[in-house]
C-alpha cells in the first residue's frame, strides 16, 4: 500500500451525519493525492463510530474520552503516517482538488509551515476566522470592546487574495508532520478556543510562514459542531475567556510592561462578566 503523503484528522463528537457528508466530500473530490483519514471520535453517543467502521472502511477509526479539541486531536498523533497533516472539522465539505492543490502549494514552499484555504460559510459569505492576528493588547480592545476587528481579521486585505497572516482556523489547519512534532501538537492546556491560534504562534515562533491560499476553497457549516463541545451555553463561554488568559499569559506576556498586562488581565475579568450575564440572558 503506497504511503500517503497527507494524513487528514477528523475529531468528532456527536456529528454523525456531518461527519458522513465530510466524508463522503473527501472522496469524492481529492483523486490525485495519497492520503489517509483517521477519525478520532470523543465518546459519541450518536452511532458516529459504528456508522464510520460500516460505511467507511478505509478510514481508522479511534475512540478516546470527550475532553477538549486538543485531546482529541492529539489522539492521532502516533498513528499518521503522512509527511504533511490537516486538521480538518467534521462540519466541512471538501471542495474539487483542494486538498490536491493546497498540499502541492505547501510542499513547493519549504518556508510555509501552515496554510489554510478560502473557508465558505452556508451563507456563501467567508469565514472571517480563517486569517487572523494576533490578539495584542491594542487589536482585542479594539475587537471585544470597540466592535471594531478589522484587523484582527484582516479585512483590509481581500479574501481573494494569497497572503501571510498570523494565524488560521482549526476547521482546516494544514501543517507538516515534523513541525507538529517539534513544537508538540497542540497544547491540552487549552480547553474550548485559542488552540489553533496558539498552534498558529508556535509554528511562527519556530520560523516557518503561516499562509492564507484562497485559490481552493471548501463549505463550513460554522458551529455545526463546535456547539455540542461542551455541556452549557456558559461553560462554553467561559472557556472561551479562559483560553484567552491562557494564551496571553503563554505567548505575550513578557512583550508588554506591568501595566499593561495588569490592563489586560482586568479586561479579561471584565469580559468574563460580560460573557456571563450574556449567557444567562440568552
Known sequence: MMKPKLSIIILN?????????????????????????????????DGSSEMVRAKFPWVRLITG?????????????????????????????VHKNTLEKTVD?????????????KLVLASGESDKDARRRFPTPWISFNRLFLGNGNKYWYEDISSNETHEIDAIEGAFFLTRKKILDKVGWLDEK???DGEDLDLSFQIKKAGYRVI???????????KASRVKLTDTQIKR??????????????????????????????????????????AKLS
Open 13 to 45: 463528537y456527536n456529528t454523525r451525519d456531518l461527519l458522513k457528508n465530510c466524508l463522503e466530500s473527501i472522496k469524492a473530490n481529492t483523486q490525485k493525492l495519497a492520503y489517509e483519514v483517521v477519525v478520532s471520535d470523543n465518546s459519541s453517543i
Open 65 to 93: 474520552e470527550n475532553i477538549s479539541f486538543s485531546n482529541g486531536n492529539n489522539r492521532a498523533k502516533d498513528i499518521v503516517k503522512g509527511e504533511f497533516v490537516l486538521l480538518l472539522n467534521s462540519d466541512t465539505l
Open 105 to 117: 502549494y505547501i510542499e513547493k514552499h519549504n518556508e510555509v509551515g501552515a496554510l489554510t484555504c
Open 190 to 192: 487549552f480547553i474550548f
Open 212 to 222: 492564507y491560499y484562497p485559490e481552493v476553497s471548501i463549505t463550513h457549516l460554522k
Open 237 to 278: 463561554r467561559m472557556e472561551g475567556v479562559n483560553s484567552m488568559e491562557y494564551f496571553y499569559k503563554k505567548n505575550l506576556w513578557n512583550n508588554y510592561p506591568f501595566f499593561i498586562n495588569y490592563l489586560v488581565l482586568t479586561g479579561i475579568k471584565l469580559l468574563k462578566i460580560i460573557r456571563f450575564v450574556e
